[in-house]
Nanobody, 119 residues
Framework: QVQLVESGGGLVQAGGSLRLSCAAS????????MGWYRQAPGKQRELVATVTSGGSTKYADSVKGRATISRDNAKNTVYLQMNSLKPEDTAVYYCNAHLSTVLPVGDYWGQGTQVTVSS
């Protein structure tokens, strides 16, 4: 059983900042990558940023220069720092982990945390 627990969402004014956290727990053998995705109302879920166990990162063009993803491998935790927030950043943000357990490697998701940016 694997759990991803997110925290840090909320209401913020445009131009503000927030930090999301996601901790993975359970019978985890290895975590290969962790990341954040988001889904706005009426839209498909999209990638925000990912980070591998080696520290390689990838960002959506829409957040480049405004977002920083980081990871604490010892704590199985991933963070997303977002600055200069815009109303279009409003969405439910989901944590993702690509990891192995006793089962083959698979993708696991958190329950989502709402981020609302007011103009």
């Amino acid at each position: 059983q694997v759990q991803l627990v997110e925290s840090g969402g909320g209401l913020v004014q445009a131009g503000g900042s927030l930090r999301l956290s996601c901790a993975a727990s359970g019978s985890i053998f290895s975590i290969y990558a962790m990341g954040w995705y988001r889904q706005a109302p009426g839209k498909q879920r999209e990638l925000v940023a990912t980070v591998t166990s080696g520290g390689s990162t990838k960002y959506a063009d829409s957040v480049k220069g405004r977002a920083t993803i980081s990871r604490d491998n010892a704590k199985n935790t991933v963070y997303l720092q977002m600055n200069s927030l815009k109303p279009e950043d409003t969405a439910v943000y989901y944590c993702n982990a690509h990891l192995s357990t006793v089962l083959p490697v698979g993708d696991y998701w958190g329950q989502g945390t709402q981020v609302t940016v007011s103009s």
